[in-house]
């Protein structure tokens, strides 16, 4: 199926690894000029040869900075012709005891969680509706609909931006000028944000990694992590021209892990 995406323009913040990454690749792969973003540049720029090489046709820009800073979302914003699409990303707060944490451990994680992405928001939606066209996902996290105790932090942040997402995704001026915004959920993947999760597990329980980790694996129906390029092929089909009656929505991505219905 034609995503009917050749030749837009995406900004795909934190993209040299993981979710992130696994998004550019795919809509790269559909013809879409990218700005990615990550903090260390060297990852950043290694990741970017590599799109360029996967689809040489299109343009592939970087911008090495902290995206949940003022200078940062300045940056990328200023790299992009046109932003067309845009993928809100960026570095999961660190696990822990919500009785350890302070008011700046729960500033840094709204900032980079929840203000930043809405902020990116408001500077991009209104163009996108006078254009007709505009799509918008923010990675969020599974821990919205089934939270995490230790992931408290994230829990907390996730669910303002989710909050936040489903009030303006319905406004008519945004939904009925083509411009959607929706949220996609993951579950367990394997990256390296995981494998730094399941370390911190493992050292909480005295088990071994890998024990942590097969643990944790045989929970999830498929009996397996989600890989960065399968999370790509769906928020790339969320992009796509077919997808204009999809918005306002949470799409949990896990292998079946979350049990309920709705
Ligand atoms: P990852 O493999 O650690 O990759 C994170 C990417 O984001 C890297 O490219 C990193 O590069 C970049 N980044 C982090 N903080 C940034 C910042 N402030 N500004 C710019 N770039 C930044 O992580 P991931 O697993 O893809 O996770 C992506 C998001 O999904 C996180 O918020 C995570 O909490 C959430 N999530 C992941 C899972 C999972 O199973 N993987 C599950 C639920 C939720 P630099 O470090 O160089 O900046």
Redesign the pocket.
Known sequence: MDMGLNGRWALV??????????CAEALVAEGVNVVI?????E??EA?AAELRLLNPSVEVRTV??????PE?RAAALAACPQIDILIN?????PPGDFRNWTRDDWNAALE??ML?PIDLIKATVDAMAARGFGRVIN?????VKAPIDV?GL?NGA?SGLTGFVAGIARQPQLAGRNVTINNL??????????K??MAAGAAKTGQTLEATMDKRRAAIPAQR??N?AE?GAICAMLCSTHASFLTGQNIILDGGGYPGVF
């Open positions: 913040c934190a993209a040299s690894k993981g979710l992130g990454r696994g973003t990550a903090r260390g540049a990852a950043l990741t090495a900075g902290d995206i949940a800073t940062g990303n960026a570095g999961g707060p980079a969680n930043t990675i969020t996290s599974g821990a992931l994230s996730r959920l993951p579950g367990a993947f394997a990256t390296d944000r995981l730094k999760t992590f989600g960065p999370f």
